[in-house]
């Protein structure tokens, strides 16, 4: 009983957020998660099988088609978070723990979600050969 409610409220939340984020863009880029190696880790297990990524996706992609709207993917090796959005330096020291971190070459500070999310859509963009580099 309480496993079917929780399966229910997610759906809502995934359902309600997916219908948002494809009717207020024209295109939503996305990072391809390789989610079978990451419920590897078992520190992150549970929170990884509780967010269902790969249902979210699902959602987004099938209402994203209905509305005439589009799914970018950038691949999942693309290092978008270990990536200055602002100069292009790549932070291989950068660990997972690491949610902020400043860019040694232009002292940009870097919340580590937001700078992975930009680098996402220029990723997306590049390879749809809509930027350039």
Known sequence: MLHDKITNQRNDFQNKLSFRLVSENQAVALETLNVKGMVKNHHLTQAISDSAWSSFVTKLEYKAQWFGKTVLRIGQFEPSSKLCSV??????????????????????????????????KKFALIDQNLIGL
Do not use: F
């Open 87 to 120: 100069c292009g330096y790549h932070n291989k020291e950068l660990q997972l723990k690491d949610r902020e971190w400043i860019c040694p070459n232009c002292k940009t500070k870097h919340d580590r979600d937001i700078n992975a999310a930009i680098n996402i």
